[in-house]
């Protein structure tokens, strides 16, 4: 017989034995549960992932050697589009002579440009995401010869920065690198 010493409060002897059993059985319904839990969750996360199409297009190339100086071109990158242009000697030492005291989002040119004769920007306007004018010749390009925002009159310097209008930052500079072969890596 159990002396009184060997009960609990409640009258029952062992019950260590019965509050290990019990706490077994609780972690092992909890994570039996968390487990399945998560299985059953799996297919929707795993459907919030980019798709096969959309990781292919995280990266873009391109063959700069057909581009002359003064031109621009215009690539797609992400859905979005891409202006590029190769900018002259002459467009060079202007921007890098440039003071950007007073623009409302100043930045040097030296900073916007890994390779100063070469500009690369997401041509999407930094307001309302309008596409700006100025990658074709004939097209409004704005009183610094950069881009035109026909949208709400934003206009942009050669470099892709904010000169006049809503707009409240300059234009976005994509990660890119230079590949060997005048190629050009954006992404």
Not at 31 to 43: C, D, E, Q, Y
Not at 59 to 68: N, Y
């Amino acid at each position: 017989m159990a002396s009184a010493a060997d009960q609990n409060p409640t009258g029952h002897a062992h019950a260590g034995e019965g509050e290990t059993r019990r706490d077994f059985l609780l972690i092992a319904t909890t994570t039996f549960g968390a487990v399945g839990t998560l299985a059953a969750l799996w297919p929707f996360i795993h459907q919030m992932n980019p798709a096969r199409d959309v990781l292919a297009l995280r990266t873009t190339e391109v063959d700069l050697s057909a581009i002359k100086p003064g031109e621009r071109i215009l690539v797609k990158w992400q859905g979005k589009p891409v202006f590029i242009e190769h900018r002259t000697t002459e467009t060079v030492q202007l921007l890098q002579n440039d003071s950007v005291v007073g623009l409302p989002d100043p930045e040097l040119d030296s900073a916007r440009t890994k390779k100063p004769e070469w500009l690369v920007v997401v041509g999407v306007c930094t307001h309302l995401g309008c596409i700006p004018l100025g990658q074709k010749p004939g097209e409004e390009r704005g009183a610094f010869g950069g881009w035109f925002c026909p949208c709400h009159g934003s206009v942009y310097d050669r470099s892709g920065r904010i000169r006049q209008g809503p707009a409240p930052t300059n234009l976005l500079v994509p990660p890119y690198e230079f590949l060997p072969d005048d190629k050009l890596l954006i992404g």
